[in-house]
């Protein structure tokens, strides 16, 4: 059993949810970090935490899986320790496609994965936060979570059930110590395992050399993981449910060129 | 085959469902009257809808069935005519209950209904009405589409759902003649089918005498369905996405007793 | 006096304002059409709607003089009978300007127009429709009351600011059977007062012409006026407080090109 | 000259601004604290923060003033440094009370304070900042900005004009340097100068207790100066435009009791 408190991330990949994790492994957490695929780059992920003096433990996933959610949660407190954080980072991403190229079954995927998955990590880890007296969930969102765009029939289904879910948890639980923050990322990721493989390498790297600047016109997973971090650890008499992140150079998913 | 053109009610209860679909028959339209059970509920509508010299059509239907919206579409367009409009009415409303009371087949089965339905509908209709050059979707929603509430996991979730996958819907098909109409009811319908059953006959009837005034400080079925009817005749050139529905002597859901 | 209820449309131009006024008189209303200017388009509308059986009162009136909106009122009042539904139509366009070319004086106008000419009016006829029982007040917005874009400084401060006193006189007045509505239009009206004059005819003809289609590619004002016309309609058990209003073949303001 | 970055607080009352103030020096900023009254008050805060081996300047300002706000931020340029980071604190806040008893003077003062307040220290400050390459100005907002209650007409109308203008900011100027943080304080806050004066000594002090928990149950000041910190010192390619805070205890805006 670990002394530390576990963070647990859901969708550990080499972009946000990876870095969230080195972060709160480095600020004191066992990181336990959980992805579906690419058990060579989660052991890269273990590896660095611990080169770096923290401790981290990865898990190959299936979420939506039956019970795969529930399990783990379970095998944490049992084996590493009593979760204090988890951070939420299933997207719901399938690439944007118009109508008729949406199967139901992408459309369901979607679902799974981003609603359902956090309604089934609420209802197992909840529970024992409440009893404990407190924990937080960080979920990383999308901007399709506040408005739907063309060819995001399943990813805005699925966010913008996923924002209401947040609004409900914190309805419920914030009271008993429980805080959920709805962390909208709205723009582009530094991320190669998620927009690098959306766009293809090429594509990826000529964005970045675009958005370049100072290699920050992208949103950078470090920073990013420093708000995550103040966010999980604000005092209770001062949450965030809602906050938005993106780059400088970014406009606003509310704004954009002037129509006329 | 009707001459008229056709309006599909998806949860054509004795609230808002079947008065709109009543209304549009009214106008001259076909209504199809689709919900899931009370057969004799159902006739009485249809019968309703004839004695008033309207033309109307009663299907029992299990909405989240494989293929029972997709089959319910096809069969009316190949036996009573092409759908101009549909009225998409399928609720989530499972009643408030806390985290732990929600089974995980419960949380599903609101996305079935509110969201997946949807989905399925707009995939079966919105491509013939392309081709056709118009049609329209009227989207019955409530509160919960914009705002958690507690008890609300399943149906915040199938709602907010729902409201983006509306915007998508627009976003996508919108300049191709589709018109896709978010219409959020804030408040309590005077729906003996609905509210009647979730609050039992005697509160029901308490909660209309107490909000009576001249009996509308609930909403009246026959008066949303004059907006509902309005709306889906907005000429192309102004047409409302998103709007709002609520009695005056309520408040709206953005207002609350001041805190302190 | 006269035997008609009153619509005052406040920004009574060739666009909105001046076609809703149109609109309300065909439909048995006296139209009191108060504008800034242009005293002849101004005798050429009352006219016309003379000239079509109806029977309207033209009035130029500087709306942020002192007391002009408050006197106007009082003499409709007093002279011609009790207003009913006031359009509120004043806009706040000084068209898009940097923050360091947007002159203090500039910004207190928009302000003085589109807020505090809305506060005035309101206060000024509230009072009064409320001891008649009920009258409705529909305030044509902007997309820069929900979002502020680069150049709007005063237009989206002005605009803001407004939408949240509508909601603050529904939560006071709905009650007592005002009905405040706030139309929010999203898009380019074919309106040659107000946008013709900010781009120029030249690029207003051309913008006519590539939205062209059937003529419908922006906002046509005349169908503008049929929800306006029924939103003032709307019995009171079913009620909207804010809409939107676009043309088909345009994206709604939430959605815009995909950034990557 | 200091050798310290400057935080300028327009509205250092004991509350949030003057706590974010002495954050903000302890963090090894010059506070520049302004506020209209109470002298003794403020030389208490000066006197703290040095005691505290921080550096700070006091200012009694009338914001409302001509040229108030724009030679303060001349003088404080010219005379003790480069102002890094505003935190506009100035409330529109004149108690809840109905329109009739809301005079066109008040409405306007609020106006002024809040929404041209800002308006005025941006044209002042922003160029600037710009120039020097980056500069931060965090807003403290209200729910009011959001939504409109009962009472609340000038409050509402003032604050949310204010947010619209926080989002045009960004949009013209966050691509250059400029960060706008818009943060919503959605609950009371343990403030005795604002919320004390507004109910009055016994009832703030019932409320404490009642609210009291570990003390924590209001909005602690000190908490809440945390992540003001925190969002100005968030990288560039990271930044957070729009955020709430609230005590565990409450409900968010968007919540309230169910109306059934």
Redesign the interface.
């Known amino acids: 059993m670990s002394e530390k408190p576990v963070c647990l991330v859901l969708g550990a990949g080499a972009g946000i949810g990876g870095t969230v994790g080195k972060k709160f492994a480095a600020e004191g957490y066992h990181a336990v970090l959980a992805r579906r695929s690419d058990e060579e780059g989660l052991n890269r992920m273990v590896g660095d935490i611990e080169a770096a003096g923290g401790s981290a433990t990865g898990r190959l996933v299936n979420a939506v899986a039956e019970n795969a959610i529930e399990d783990l949660v379970a095998e944490i407190e049992r084996d590493i320790g009593p979760i204090k954080t988890v951070v939420f980072n299933l997207g719901a991403q399938i690439g944007?496609r118009?109508?008729?190229a949406?199967e139901?079954k992408m459309?369901?995927l979607g679902?799974q994965m981003a609603?359902?998955g956090l309604?089934?990590v609420?209802?197992a880890v909840?529970?024992l936060m409440v009893e404990r007296g407190g924990g937080s969930i960080l979920v990383t969102s999308a901007t399709?979570?506040?408005?739907?765009?063309?060819?995001?029939?399943s990813h805005?289904?699925?966010?913008?059930?996923?924002?209401?879910?947040?609004?409900?948890?914190?309805?419920?639980?914030?009271?008993k110590?429980v805080?959920v923050a709805h962390i909208l990322i709205d723009?582009?990721v530094?991320a190669p395992d998620t927009?690098g493989k959306l766009?293809g390498p090429e594509r990826f790297q000529e964005?970045r050399e675009q958005r370049g600047l100072e290699h920050?016109?992208?949103?950078?997973p470090e920073?990013?993981a420093?708000?995550y971090y103040?966010v999980a650890h604000?005092?209770?008499?001062?949450?965030?449910?809602?906050?938005?992140?993106?780059?400088?150079?970014?406009?606003?998913?509310?704004?954009?060129?002037?129509?006329?």
């Open positions: 944007n118009p109508l008729e949406t139901p459309f369901q679902w609603t359902f309604f089934r609420a209802r909840i529970p399709a979570a506040v408005r739907g765009n063309t060819g995001q029939h805005a289904a699925a966010m913008g059930g996923r924002r209401m879910l947040c609004q409900t948890l914190n309805a419920e639980f914030a009271s110590g805080h723009g582009a530094d927009l766009m964005l920050d016109g992208l949103l950078l920073k990013v420093e708000t103040h604000q005092h209770r008499s001062a949450w965030t449910h809602e906050l938005d992140l993106r780059a400088f150079s970014d406009l606003a998913w509310w704004n954009h060129p002037i129509k006329i």
